[in-house]
């Protein structure tokens, strides 16, 4: 047998023309920034109109992109100015637009202090449409073979459709207030997450579900996940129009077992979502 290479690309041509498209899923960056005002302040005026504008189109461009969505706000508290939250198909588009808008103020004014890399992700704990027959005919004691049997089957099927949708595929809202945290399943001796057995997890997870339905309507969330992307296994991002709704279902959550017992936490970070032209008067770019 030959040990021919017999690709007729040059490595270079391959690195360089791969998409790197998941399989399934979107790539999700969260960028947060720090600006450095004395950096800033040696510009001329016209240099900062001129950087402004720069910024300004980076984001309008890298929004224009297919599939693509980006939400820019300001960072309440010291931890950071500004933050970012990138959506879009590849890591290749990904990576070049986070390049860019690092650099768009111009060199050193915008001074990553943190970033999270991550992926929308389908749950593994969702119920099957099979699952969710049996449970039909044996806690409601429906008849697999009537019609409001099948109706019922196809009108979860058609619901869990939309909800894959929204989890691979998601539309971000505009909705005033973002919280990102990103979290992981404890792994220490007898509350390791990992050492549960599937149906023992999933019941676990269906509690904490039944805790976020409470906030429909006033929180919507976005579960990326980390594990062998970035230094957590998953990516928490809510959005609401209220801080206390923030506040309490995250208290309220931490009451469920799932939480309390096996989930560890990392920093909060709360933005405002803001049109660029407010954005930047609240940076202190523009007076």
């Known amino acids: 047998m030959s040990s021919e290479n017999t690709s007729t690309a040059s490595p270079e041509e391959t690195i360089g023309n791969a998409d790197l498209i998941?399989?399934?899923?979107?790539?999700?960056?969260?960028?947060?920034?720090?600006?450095?005002?004395?950096?800033?302040?040696?510009?001329?005026?016209?240099?900062?109109?001129?950087?402004?504008?720069?910024?300004?189109?980076?984001?309008?461009?890298?929004?224009?992109?297919?599939?693509?969505?980006?939400?820019?706000?300001?960072?309440?508290?010291?931890?950071?100015?500004?933050?970012?939250?990138?959506?879009?198909?590849?890591?290749?588009?990904?990576?070049?637009?986070?390049?860019?808008?690092?650099?768009?103020?111009?060199?050193?004014?915008?001074?990553?202090?943190?970033?999270?890399?991550?992926?929308?992700?389908?749950?593994?704990?969702?119920?099957?449409?099979?699952?969710?027959?049996?449970?039909?005919?044996?806690?409601?004691?429906?008849?697999?073979?009537?019609?409001?049997?099948?109706?019922?089957?196809?009108?979860?099927?058609?619901?869990?459709?939309?909800?894959?949708?929204?989890?691979?595929?998601p539309d971000l809202p505009t909705w005033p207030i973002v919280c990102f945290y990103n979290m992981n399943k404890r792994r220490l001796g007898n509350d390791n997450w990992y050492t549960l057995d599937f149906d023992a997890r999933k019941e676990l997870m269906q509690g904490h579900r039944r805790t976020g339905t409470e906030y429909r309507g006033r929180i919507l969330q976005l579960i990326t996940g980390s594990t062998g992307l970035d230094d957590a296994e998953w990516g928490v991002t809510l959005f609401a129009k209220d801080l206390i709704d923030v506040k309490s279902i995250v208290y309220e959550m931490r009451f469920d077992e799932v939480s309390s017992r096996y989930g560890e936490f990392g920093e909060f970070y709360i933005g405002i979502q803001l049109p660029l032209d407010q954005l930047f008067t609240r940076l202190g770019l523009r007076h």
């Not at 920034?33 to 980076?58: F, G, P």
């Not at 690092?102 to 969702?126: C, D, F, K, W």
């Open 22 to 169: 998941p399989r399934e899923g979107w790539c999700a960056l969260h960028l947060f920034y720090h600006i450095d005002h004395a950096q800033w302040s040696i510009l001329s005026n016209e240099e900062k109109r001129e950087a402004m504008t720069n910024l300004t189109e980076v984001i309008q461009e890298i929004r224009s992109e297919e599939d693509t969505q980006l939400l820019t706000m300001s960072i309440v508290s010291p931890k950071a100015d500004f933050g970012v939250l990138l959506l879009c198909p590849g890591l290749h588009q990904l990576n070049a637009a986070e390049k860019r808008l690092t650099l768009a103020l111009g060199a050193e004014v915008l001074q990553p202090v943190y970033s999270y890399l991550s992926m929308t992700e389908r749950s593994e704990y969702i119920t099957t449409a099979e699952q969710y027959g049996e449970t039909l005919k044996n806690e409601r004691n429906m008849d697999p073979e009537s019609e409001e049997f099948a109706t019922e089957v196809a009108t979860y099927e058609e619901r869990m459709k939309h909800y894959l949708k929204h989890r691979l595929t």
